[in-house]
């Protein structure tokens, strides 16, 4: 049997030390860059399908988009699911019984502003009195990202935050010190990152002429309720193919035949952008 300290090679204390310090971790080179050109196609197809449905394509901020997506209609879902990092990662931080609860993109497009500093959703009880952490969010970056292509930031520590106001958007008062921690991600294709939605970050403008799609997977602890924000569905003989390690993660509905996703997780401070930051 394994050793308790190591999961797939991997130190389950690097897990913990990163996601419980800076609230987020990642894998160089996880993937091929094949694969991800694969996963960049069938985003792709999937986005306009998308803008074309109304209500299709969830707005973030100017030319900046959020869609939840059936997994069956990415080709690497399965592989992304059962990668041992994925596991690994979920399993020390969630618990063995974690589950899969989300999977869509965002897409900021050519002309993207800043977003406010912001955390996904209000810090939970277990988090908030019990220091603990109930849901992580994986993304893999579908580009080579550059400085002029608006980055992700992120805020190393600020998932313990607390403050007072809006449970998502601190006030401006407080953007100094999310502005003096900040680190710019850039990540590329094949890499891979865990981070708590609840480390305060943005996105930043986008000031190429390229979109920067990114897929994101979120992942619960048994007890954790982001499930109802969203929609995971599976069709009975997609669901029947996939291995049993990864359907016994996976928190979704299994339906005779595809349904059209009605995306709940709409974030309304998202939807102005703002000019102000660097």
């Not at 913990?16 to 080179?29: K, P, S």
């Not at 960049?40 to 299709?56: C, H, M, T, V």
């Not at 193919?241 to 005779?256: F, I």
Request: hydrophobic share 40%.
């Amino acid at each position: 049997m394994e050793a308790q300290h190591k999961v797939a090679g991997i130190e389950i204390a690097d897990i913990m030390r990163g996601l419980y310090g800076d609230g987020i971790i990642g894998l160089r080179g996880a993937f091929s860059r094949a694969f991800i050109q694969d996963l960049r196609a069938d985003i792709d197809q999937l986005f306009l399908e998308a803008q074309a449905r109304p209500g299709g394509a969830l707005n973030r901020g100017p030319n900046r988009f959020y869609v939840e997506v059936h997994p069956e209609r990415l080709r690497g879902f399965a592989e992304i699911a059962a990668h041992p990092w994925v596991v690994a990662v979920c399993s020390a931080v969630l618990g063995p019984e974690y589950r899969l609860v989300e999977v869509g993109f965002d897409v900021p497009g050519p002309g993207a502003m800043h977003q406010p500093w912001h955390r996904d959703f209000a810090s939970p009880p277990e988090t908030v009195q019990g220091r603990r952490l109930s849901s992580l969010a994986f993304n893999l970056t579908t580009v080579d990202v550059t400085e002029e292509m608006g980055p992700f930031e992120i805020a190393p520590g600020t998932q313990w935050d607390l403050y007072e106001g809006d449970p998502m958007f601190p006030d401006q008062s407080l953007w100094p010190r999310y502005e003096a921690l900040a680190q710019r991600k850039l990540p590329q294709m094949g890499d891979i990152s865990a981070r708590s939605a609840l480390t305060i970050h943005r996105g930043t403008a986008n000031r190429s002429n390229v979109s920067r799609p990114v897929l994101v997977v979120g992942a619960d602890a048994p007890d954790a309720t982001n499930a109802i924000r969203h929609d995971l569905q599976m069709s009975r003989a997609y669901y029947e193919s996939l291995p049993e390690e990864v359907r016994k993660h996976l928190n979704c509905r299994v339906v005779d035949e595809l349904e059209p996703i009605q995306q709940a997780h709409t974030i309304e401070g998202l939807k102005m952008g703002v000019t102000m930051g660097g």
